[in-house]
């Protein structure tokens, strides 16, 4: 990757991606809702709870449409800074990590949401951590040239953007 990182970019794609799995979620909490209220849902009995199982699915559904849309806001409005070798990591940065054993590097986006995201950018590979994810949690706070271990793996912490 150049020594000039598009954020805006890496951004625009997360947030494209966060905003396909709203519309995916509410499509789905809708089509449970309806499912919950249709005749077909009456309970035949006092032992029939198809109908209110429906409808705690579609709460639940509903309520991850709600997480989405507040992941989909911290990340529009996170504060995007450009990072030297010389700064701690923080959220906004753009780390490259190099495995110590075989040498393998991998690019990672630390953002306030969307974390398991990956995104490419120029060809790029680029994974989505959260502060609170392991390894986001390890990176937060250090340098380049510091070593973390996640899941037995260790990485040396080669550029930071």
Known sequence: M?????????????????????TRATDAATRTAEGATHEEARPENDKDTRALEQSYLARGQAQRVADLQV???QVQFMDVRAFTDDDAIEVSALVQ???????EKRW??????????????????????????????ALIGRYVDDEVTVAKRDW???ALR
């Open 97 to 103: 990590l190099t495995q110590d054993d075989d040498g």
């Open 108 to 137: 990672y986006f630390i953002a306030p949401a969307g974390g398991g995201k990956k995104l490419q950018l120029d060809a790029v590979s680029v994974d989505v951590l959260t502060p609170q994810a392991p390894l986001g949690r």
């Open 71 to 73: 992941a989909l806001k």
């Open 156 to 158: 040396v912490i080669s």
């Open 2 to 22: 150049g020594s000039v990182v598009d954020k805006p970019a890496l951004i625009r794609a997360l947030c494209s991606q966060l905003e396909a799995e709203i």
